[in-house]
């Protein structure tokens, strides 16, 4: 795993919004917390196609529950990050700390 990472925006949001709620870690609780974190509104397939794209790197997993009644029988899915999703976060922050430094001066 490279050390000097960053990676996108909206995916780090995502990702740290599913730390922050650990097993509550469903879409609509994720969508809120977004909402809440970073004053953003975010639609349902964004964040589909983005939880896709992390599932697909390996920094997201999911498990179903079981089927709902209030939801027509659908099954939920509950998402939570991947050890490699957490060092990809770890990789990320280091880089960007490493950035931000002696920048305090410029930016007040």
């Given amino acids: 795993m490279p050390t000097n990472l960053v990676i996108g ?6 990702l740290l919004a599913l730390l922050h709620l650990g097993h509550q870690g469903h ?5 809120t917390r977004l909402c809440e974190i970073a004053g953003r509104n975010v639609s349902r397939g964004a964040l589909y196609r983005t939880l896709d794209r ?10 179903k529950e079981s089927e709902a009644p209030d939801r ?3 099954v939920r899915r509950r998402f939570s990050v991947t050890e490699r999703g957490i060092a990809v976060l770890r990789a990320s922050r280091q880089t960007l700390q490493g950035l931000w430094q002696g920048l305090e001066e410029a930016l007040g």
């Fill in 54 to 63: 992390l599932e697909e790197k390996g920094w997201v997993t999911w498990e």
């Fill in 27 to 31: 879409a609509i609780e994720l969508r």
């Fill in 9 to 14: 925006e909206f995916e780090q949001l995502v």
């Fill in 72 to 74: 027509g029988g659908h």
